[in-house]
């Protein structure tokens, strides 16, 4: 078994295989496939014909079983190689359809036509053994969807192209020959494509683990459940994509009359269709899955084949109408169904272990051949039952497709049950599919795949900061591993917006927080509390004595957002004690959130120590605020003393003096006052002002701490009553201007609360 591809040769080996799909599309397309029915409608051949034709297409998989055969005694890469160059060899018997045309012998035509294109896809069938194990091996890492889609592209794009020559090569009513010249050209590129083959590195090729015939696979297959739910789906889906596509020509042809020509450049349309659903997907499938896009892509493919069923053939006499309508059935049908084909290989490849790639690889494209050929076949012999008995064409194909979409109802029907594989819900993937900010991520995150400048890797990380999905947190986790801590800044930064942590994140944060002091620790701690990860509870509570004193002021903080309340004795020692101003404002802060009633007493402790810096007064009154739940109405009060301090007496007395006057006007009349006076008589209440005034003014706490201690037991907590009543006599807190406005605004806010209190009790 060879060794997996270093990176260079991974990319060397992928250049090799871009150039041979390129070649490879181009033989395809002058070969097989539309030119093909083309070709036999030029030598009037029956629907049940061009079923055959069309089957052929399918039997090819019928022959993988031989080149499995072949694979114990040449290199897969050798059979691939000598199948595709023979397979091209093979089609050198339609150059002599022209020569029998001319001496009439049509049935020798169509003999020798079966007869090359038979065997092309007999020959390929042998080859595509290869085909799997080959793409499985190029597309490995994690850009394993994104490669596998961007072959796509490549087909689909090179497709259009030679689906654009042929058209117009052909033009309105081609000789035959011209079909020879363009087969021509078909052989010589396959035959190059092979030769390329050669060059492509050998796939490795695990020992089966368990036996590895046929019968044996199918078993495999069938007592799995989720093989066997994908198995059913894919025969579906391959027996309406290929009769829908393949039929949409005869169907171009023989209703509305279009030239070959014409027709061709209707596949022009298709190859464009194939093309932007290869674009899409390959934006899409790392970030949302593949299961949401086979869905969506066959509720596509569904639409497309709804206005043949209900559209008359009236419409053939609005050229431009007809002209723009089959475009975008072709269109259409080709965006979903063979969208749908490439998305159930990948959703396939994630499906089955990579030991078992061969055997898998074999049944899914038997039953791929099966759907293909045998409907294909069988629809070319129902059209032509259905004219035998007198039904008009139009009326035939509108029979044919109504069973056709009948059928891909019951494979959505199907769908639903598949396994997600990691997958996003449908209406998840719709949500991202229509959301500008997830798709913006998604630009960015395909661009920070691609870099390899710092710079520009940061500036993403920002902008992903600035632009939240939670599509981005897997490349975000990735970025946070980098060797350059700016860049793992930033990725953690970008991670703290997201709404949602998986399991994977929440380990990975914990991790950082454990491994990276004084570097991005203090950040994940930070991300943990905002997210309320409970689970990372214990480890915080040990980290609080951490050196890193970021790290454990964030590990305080987050463990008062989770409220462990039962470790907040030991967060109020560790801030008492500590002599660090920032581990001091952040304990602070973490009690603010607390709002604990019995953190009061260690907060104006925290004042009591010489000369507290200004901010940590400001933290300490805040938090207290908080905890007095008034700091909505504290905070603008702060900003306006903090811009001009000599405000803060009379920004005392305007708060007195409004509360009183709010107590007034709701019971200032004597009828009123006899019927408030339950609990504070109006000299109670008029109490406040003077109490204010001689705090402010003369330094006389004791008038308002007897007001506060004779507050109702039902209006304020005792525990607070009774700090605050204390702190407003003692001269050493009521130093602390900030604190004296705190107090005032706290007694005002009482009488408001109280006299609404009454207000409501009338």
């Not at 078994?1 to 599309?25: C, I, T, W």
Request: with cysteine; net charge neutral.
């Amino acid at each position: 078994m060879s060794a997996p591809l270093s990176p260079y040769h991974l990319g060397k080996a992928r250049e090799l295989y871009n150039l041979f799909n390129v070649f490879n599309a181009l033989s395809w397309s002058f070969l097989t496939g539309n030119i093909i029915t083309l070709f036999a409608m030029r030598l009037d051949a029956s629907s049940t014909y061009l079923g055959g034709i069309g089957a052929l297409l399918y039997v090819a998989f019928f022959f993988l079983p031989l080149g499995k055969v072949l694979t114990k005694r040449f290199s897969i890469i050798k059979i691939f190689s000598f199948a595709w160059i023979g397979r091209s060899i093979s089609m050198i018997f339609l150059l002599f359809v022209p020569i029998a045309v001319a001496a009439e012998h049509h049935a020798m035509a169509l003999q020798l036509t079966l007869l090359g294109v038979a065997c092309f896809h007999g020959i390929r069938g042998v080859g595509m053994i290869g085909n799997n194990p080959v793409l499985s091996n190029l597309a490995m890492g994690p850009d394993r969807s994104s490669y596998m889609t961007q072959i796509q592209i490549i087909n689909s794009a090179v497709g259009m192209f030679a689906g654009f020559i042929i058209a117009l090569f052909l033009g309105r009513e081609p000789p035959l020959y011209l079909y020879s010249i363009i087969m021509v050209v078909g052989i010589g590129c396959g035959i190059f494509s092979g030769v390329l083959m050669q060059k492509i590195p050998e796939p490795p090729v695990k020992p089966q683990a368990k036996t590895s015939t046929l019968f044996g696979v199918i078993k495999q297959a069938v007592s799995t459940p989720s093989l066997r739910q994908f198995i059913l789906i894919l025969f579906l889906v391959a027996l309406v994509s290929g009769v829908s596509r393949s039929f949409i020509i005869v169907y171009s042809r023989d209703v509305f009359a279009q030239s070959d020509g014409m027709v061709s450049l209707y596949t022009v349309f298709g190859g464009l269709g194939n093309l932007l659903i290869g674009l899409v997907i390959k934006f899409l499938v790392g970030r949302i899955g593949a299961k949401p896009i086979f869905i969506i892509c066959v509720i596509i493919g569904l639409a497309g084949m709804l206005p043949i069923v209900f559209i008359s053939q009236n419409l053939s006499d609005n050229f431009n109408t007809l002209v723009l309508l089959l475009s975008f059935i072709f269109f259409i049908l080709n965006f979903g169904f063979l969208g749908s084909e490439g998305i159930a290989q990948t959703y396939f490849l994630g499906l089955v272990p990579m030991e078992l790639m061969l055997d898998m690889g074999i049944l899914y494209f038997l039953v791929f051949g099966i759907a293909g050929a045998g409907g294909s076949f069988a629809t070319g012999l129902f059209l032509d039952f259905l004219g035998d008995w007198g039904v008009s064409i139009s009326d035939s194909f509108k029979i044919l497709y109504l069973i056709l979409v009948l059928m891909t109802f019951l494979a959505l029907f199907l769908q639903k049950k598949l396994v997600p594989l990691g997958s996003l819900p449908l209406w998840g993937a719709l949500e991202v599919m229509f959301s500008f900010r997830d798709l913006r991520a998604i630009t960015l995150l395909d661009r920070l795949e691609k870099t390899k400048d710092s710079e520009e890797e940061a500036a993403l990380l920002e902008a992903l900061h600035d632009t939240p999905s939670q599509l981005a947190l897997k490349g975000l986790l990735d970025r946070a591993k980098s060797p350059r801590l700016a860049i793992r800044m930033e990725s953690f930064r970008a991670m703290e917006t997201l709404d949602v942590l998986t399991e994977e994140a929440e380990k990975a944060l914990m991790n950082d927080i454990i491994h990276n002091p004084f570097t991005t620790a203090y950040i994940s701690a930070r991300i943990l509390g905002n997210h309320r990860v409970f689970a990372a509870v214990p480890l915080l509570r040990e980290l609080v004595n951490s050196q890193d004193y970021m790290l454990a002021g964030e590990a305080i903080i987050t463990l008062a957002k989770l409220q462990d309340e039962a470790f907040r004795p030991q967060i109020e020692e560790i801030i008492l004690q500590t002599t660090n101003p920032r581990l001091k404002i952040m304990g602070v802060e973490a009690f603010g959130i607390y709002r604990s009633i019995h953190s009061l007493s260690v907060l104006l402790d925290i004042l009591r120590v010489a000369d507290p810096p200004p901010y940590l007064r400001d933290e300490v009154v805040l938090a207290m605020a908080s905890i007095l739940d008034i700091q909505n109405e504290f905070y603008p009060l702060l900003i306006r003393f903090l811009e001009d301090p000599t405000l803060a007496p009379t920004l005392a007395l305007d708060e007195a003096e409004a509360a009183y006057e709010y107590y007034r006007a709701t019971h200032g009349g004597w009828f009123r006052r006899r019927r408030a006076g339950l609990a504070f008589s109006n000299k109670q209440a008029k109490a406040l002002q003077p109490g204010v005034s001689a705090l402010v003014r003369e330094s006389q706490g004791a008038p308002l701490s007897r007001w506060i201690l004779e507050l109702p037991e039902d209006l304020a907590e005792p525990i607070s009553q009774v700090v605050l009543a204390e702190a407003v006599v003692n001269d050493e807190l009521m130093a602390f201007e900030r604190l004296r406005l705190l107090i005032v605004q706290w007694a005002s806010q009482m009488l408001r609360v109280w006299t609404t209190t009454l207000k409501g009790n009338r």
